[in-house]
């Protein structure tokens, strides 16, 4: 792919750059932690203003670009800590739509994800799944023409605050998988929200005899689990994009704390034994972004395996980078950086969900090595 940035993307960058650090300060997003799902609407329409809802989604119904826009405001995401549910909104829910939904479907959700007036997860995971994208119990009964779905999904991304969820069900006449869209407010849905170890928002839901329409089947019946796959491959992209801001961040707020911390009358930035530390940091991160460029290139690719080794490669290298970069730069803080008020601490958590979520650094790692083996055999 190429590395250099178009102008509308790096005009993009810019103007998200600009926004964030004017709306989105440290002690405003400390301000957003104690609301009740760490979600404004004021900033979330600020964010469709600038046209970053609809980067990666169609443009004849207001989108723009493709991966290499969703890694840009992945990034930034990462870089400034945004809890807003970009990713599940825009990323899943709205790829979902994008690739599998009907005509119908699209022209009525995608204008409102992008102008910011609709919100949406993928209700996929269930208890006991760990990363495996088929173990699904839920069911989806046909009964006079309509579905009726039963069963539970845990740890829906950004679950308490969607309005829509794309959810994934056995469907007993296809003999697989298919999605259906179902509203939050649909009855027969009892929820349990609850916010994760970075501050974000979650949800569990339960379906008893939840009654959808045909005509909010997503795509095709059956096919629901490469559908699923192929947008876990898009949000391990957009993952490894947000981990890279997040490190790149965390790596300059270590070097600025050495270079204010004094010690023996002068800034303990300048002891060697540190600045090879920063070096290693700074080592990972830089490597860090090479295997996100990987996963941006390849989250598109239609050969399944070959999307699949190179995004499994570039989450386990980030996940282990991700995880050192954020041990280090506690450590380089002292007890100060395990504390609610420097911004390390909330780096270091949400770099600790990103490389759980969609499967950890080993999960990943032993994909890469079943697929080399299968190849060597």
Not at 95 to 103: A, I, N, P, Q
Not at 140 to 165: C, E, P
Not at 197 to 213: C, Q, W
Request: with cysteine; proline share 2%.
């Amino acid at each position: 792919m190429d590395f250099e940035l178009s102008e509308d993307q790096t005009v993009l960058r810019d103007s998200l750059q600009r926004l964030l650090a004017h709306e989105y300060s440290f002690d405003r997003r400390r301000r957003f932690l104690d609301t009740p799902h760490g979600h404004d609407t004021a900033f979330w329409k600020l964010l469709a203003g600038q046209g970053v809802l609809g980067a990666g989604l169609p443009e004849e119904h207001g989108g723009l670009g493709g991966p290499t826009e969703t890694m840009i405001v992945m990034e930034e995401i990462g870089r400034s800590l945004v809890l807003e549910p970009y990713m599940s909104t825009v990323v899943t829910f709205g790829g979902l739509l994008r690739d599998h939904g009907s005509e119908a479907q699209r022209a009525a959700l995608l204008p409102t994800i992008i102008g910011g007036e609709c919100r949406g997860a993928l209700a996929h995971h269930e208890a006991g799944a760990r990363y495996d994208l088929g173990h699904v119990g839920c069911t989806a009964r046909r009964n006079h023409g309509s579905y009726v779905l039963n069963g539970s999904k845990t740890v829906i991304q950004d679950g308490a605050v969607a309005d829509w969820l794309v959810v994934s069900a056995r469907d007993e006449d296809a003999g697989g998988l298919s999605l259906f869209l179902v509203g939050a407010a649909t009855a027969g849905l009892r929820w349990t929200r609850y916010r994760t170890h970075d501050g974000r928002s979650a949800a569990d839901v339960t379906f008893a005899d939840a009654r959808i329409a045909d005509s909010d089947r997503l795509g095709a019946p059956g096919t629901g689990l490469q559908a699923v796959e192929q947008a876990v491959d898009l949000a391990i992209a957009a993952l490894c994009a947000e981990a890279v801001g997040a490190m790149e961040a965390l790596q300059e707020a270590t070097l600025q704390y050495l270079k204010t911390r004094r010690q023996f009358g002068q800034a303990i930035g300048r002891f060697q034994v540190l600045q090879h530390r920063m070096a290693d940091l700074f080592l990972m991160s830089t490597q860090a972004r090479s295997m996100s460029f990987l996963a941006t290139g390849r989250c598109r690719e239609p050969d399944g395996r070959q999307r699949r080794r190179a995004l499994s490669a570039a989450k386990a290298y980030i996940g282990r980078a991700a995880r050192f970069v954020g041990q280090q730069a506690v450590q380089l803080h002292g007890g100060m950086g395990m504390t609610a008020e420097l911004s390390v601490s909330h780096y270091f958590k949400r770099l600790t969900l990103i490389n759980t979520t969609w499967g950890d650094a080993d999960h990943h790692t032993g994909i890469v090595g079943d697929l080399l083996l299968d190849e060597a055999q």
